[in-house]
């Protein structure tokens, strides 16, 4: 079956541009997350959806981070007025209902190099 | 910030060997689980263990956790030039929203033909 994906694979703009970024989680799975890699670190939570309830955002690093969700499918992550620190690989992760731990499933990442 | 801590960054060994790559954490968790992330395939989960689990395995995979010292083990037994990875842990912390992972910064492997 489809795993999930993200969109555009790479993104390159200018500093002060705003961008969007794309996630399809797999299908039937309510709970969606997103994540940022900066060069040779690991993974740091962004926002967090579940169904209907009301995201998790207290991982965006400034209000320039906004992410939104319709339904259980499509989620776009928009960062505006885009700085150089932004630069980084921005995944995307699903997994099923959320009643006992679940695994993540990624997608290959959205890499984002801002001049 | 950074909730794992992997041991040690970087690690080279030859094909056939074993590779053991260390976790620590500073929370009380209430599970741990283990990531490979490569270009081909993205970041790939391997295994999990829960807080009252001390060892998991899967095919060559072994995993071991010791709350008391708030640690974990990966062994990776009969390495093959495809586990050349950066291998990750992340911690799924009790308390609060436990739903999020917190990843380490990874252990680079590379496992030489």
């Known amino acids: 079956g489809a795993g999930v994906s993200q969109s555009p694979s790479n993104k390159v703009t200018e500093k002060g541009k705003d961008v969007e970024l794309r996630c399809d989680p797999i299908?039937?799975?309510?709970?969606l997350y997103w994540y940022r890699q900066r060069l040779g670190q690991g993974l740091e939570f962004l926002i967090y959806?579940?169904?209907?309830?009301?995201?998790?955002k207290s991982g965006l690093p400034s209000d320039r981070f906004s992410a939104e969700r319709t339904g259980e499918s499509v989620s776009t992550l928009t960062i505006q007025r885009t700085q150089q620190e932004d630069s980084a690989v921005y995944l995307c992760?699903?997994?099923?209902?959320?009643?006992?731990?679940?695994?993540?499933?990624f997608g290959p990442g959205t890499r984002l190099t801002v001049l | 910030s950074q909730q794992g801590e992997e041991d040690p960054q970087a690690l080279s060994i030859q094909e056939g060997e074993n590779a053991t790559m260390n976790c620590s954490y500073k929370?009380?968790?209430?599970?741990l689980q283990w990531y490979r992330q490569n270009s081909g395939r993205g970041l790939v989960h391997l295994i999990l263990?829960?807080?009252?689990?001390r060892e998991k395995h899967s095919g060559r995979l072994r995993v071991t956790l010791d709350t008391s010292k708030k640690s974990s083990s990966l062994l990776i037994t009969a390495s093959r030039a495809a586990d050349t990875a950066s291998y990750f842990c992340?911690?799924?912390?009790?308390?609060?929203?436990?739903?999020?992972?917190?990843f380490g910064k990874g252990t680079l492997l590379t496992v030489n033909p």
């Open positions: 992340a911690t799924e912390n009790s308390g609060g929203s436990n739903y999020k992972l917190t």
């Open positions: 299908s039937g799975h309510t709970a």
């Open positions: 929370t009380s968790i209430n599970n």
């Open positions: 992760a699903s997994s099923l209902v959320k009643v006992l731990t679940d695994t993540q499933y």
């Open positions: 263990i829960r807080s009252n689990e």
């Open positions: 959806f579940q169904g209907n309830s009301a995201p998790d």
